[in-house]
């Protein structure tokens, strides 16, 4: 995807610190390299503050082309910085862009690959301010008691074979393959369109993966899945 | 009698002024709840103000062409919190003053338009130990004046005389809102650096209109 145009939502990361801002534009850009994803941390001369003038710049290149953009913001004063740039922004520019109450990091990374996905505002959005919850103590919901084969639930299951598991890249690499799919997938319970919701599984070389998939596409998505874990992610 | 263009320019230096000469005394409140950046950020913001001044070809024709100039500079090379919270502020209370002149309701106007940006931006109300417990009274006071009859310059002295009180009694305090929220507590017993901040500015308006 990376030779191809960047995703309808790009992000822009609003740190105090340029440091911060960088790393996170990495590391999500590491798991989502579809994505524009763009650095505003850190006042003009390098210290600690946000520049308004840097957040401007970013929100506009974010922008371009059509695109709409998610803000992630760290602390307060990125996070007013930010508003008043959307506040004196041409309200065509105002209404493409959204500031996610969310987590830094774990928002970027979960906006990131949503993105990559190709999803549209609101969904970027709520993967971000989902982040939120991810860590809060929720549990991943239990998946729901086995039904009868015939609730319209295509299922089927696959041990994992990479010596690391489902770490962050092979998460990435399911939610954004899954997103491709017209089906709702979900893995030992947890959601696989997120991220988040997969490497908190913890899942591990030799674990089994229970698959569940609903939707119209729900068997091709399924073996998409299958295909892919038994492969290893490219990683065995 | 009106304020003028003039008085305007003459308060944005003053408030420079102010804002350098307190310096250290804003960098060390800050410090002492906050992340120590108040008095450099701020000083460092309306340093960049009066350059901008200084490069005006000729003065501006309205009083809230010169507050405009603040509000954007101050946004721009500010880097804390101060920046959008002064410059929504100094936005606010620009479109609020569109005239070349102010009478004793066009100050109180330009005060109550400034509160409100602050409010807007900060989300904070009165009693969380923010520059809100300052500017709410000055804009309070301005408007009891106007009431009884008082001058342009009477109204500005009584608004500054109320963020100095509204400053004051941030000390005991516990900050809810802001950077010093993260001390809980232990914010209590210390001025707030943005208080403190908004009295020296309102002072400076007062003194350019006495």
């Known amino acids: 995807m990376s030779e191809r145009e960047p995703a309808p939502v790009a992000l822009v990361l609003v740190s105090h610190s340029r440091a911060i801002a960088e790393g996170a534009v990495d590391l999500a850009g590491q798991m989502a390299p579809g994505v524009l994803l763009l650095a505003a941390g850190g006042t003009e001369d390098g210290g600690l503050g946000t520049s308004y003038d840097a957040v401007e710049a970013a929100v506009a290149q974010a922008v371009a082309d059509g695109r709409s953009a998610v803000v992630l913001a760290d602390l307060g004063s990125a996070v007013l910085t930010a508003e008043s740039v959307l506040d004196l922004a041409d309200p065509d520019v105002a209404s493409r862009v959204r500031i996610a109450d969310a987590p830094f990091v774990e928002g970027a990374v979960a906006a990131a690959v949503t993105a990559h996905g190709g999803a549209d505002l609101d969904r970027v959005l709520a993967a971000a301010e989902h982040a939120g919850t991810m860590f809060g103590g929720d549990q991943v919901r239990p998946a729901a008691a086995e039904a009868s084969a015939d609730d319209g639930v295509v299922r089927g299951a696959v041990t994992l074979r990479n010596p690391l598991g489902l770490h962050a890249r092979p998460a990435a690499i399911v939610a954004r393959m899954l997103a491709a799919y017209d089906a709702k997938v979900r893995v030992n319970g947890a959601n696989a369109a997120s991220v988040l919701e997969l490497m908190k599984l913890g899942a591990t070389q030799g674990d089994e993966l229970r698959i569940e998939v609903e939707g119209p596409q729900a068997a091709e998505a399924r073996d998409a899945l299958v295909a892919a874990v038994e492969e290893g992610f490219g990683e065995v | ?210």
Not at chain 2, 35 to 45: T, V
Not at chain 2, 78 to 86: F, I, M, Q, S, W
Not at chain 2, 135 to 162: F, I, V
């Open chain 2, 1 to 210: 009698m009106t304020l003028d263009v003039a008085w305007a320019v003459d308060w944005v230096r003053r408030s420079a002024d102010a804002v350098a000469e307190h310096r250290e005394e804003l960098i060390e409140l800050d410090r002492q709840i906050g992340d120590g950046d108040h008095g450099e950020n701020l000083n460092r913001g309306f340093t960049a103000v009066v350059a901008k001044l200084d490069a005006l070809e000729e003065p501006p024709g309205e009083i809230g062409d010169v507050l405009k100039l603040v509000a954007t500079t101050l946004m721009s090379t500010v880097g804390g919190a101060a920046g959008p919270l002064y410059g929504t502020a100094f936005l606010r209370a620009a479109k609020a003053t569109a005239v070349p002149e102010l009478d004793t309701k066009g100050v109180v106007a330009l005060l109550e338009a400034a509160l409100e940006g602050i409010v807007v931006r900060g989300k904070a109300r009165t009693g969380e130990k923010t520059m809100v417990d300052a500017w709410t009274p000055a804009s309070e006071a301005a408007a009891a004046a106007s009431d009884a009859g008082a001058s342009a310059a009477e109204a500005l002295e009584a608004a500054a005389q109320a963020a100095a009180d509204g400053a004051q009694a941030t000390i005991p305090l516990v900050a809810t809102k802001g950077r010093a929220s993260y001390l809980g507590e232990r914010s209590a017993g210390h001025l707030d650096p943005g208080a403190r901040s908004t009295e020296l500015i309102l002072q400076a308006a007062a003194q350019a209109a006495a």
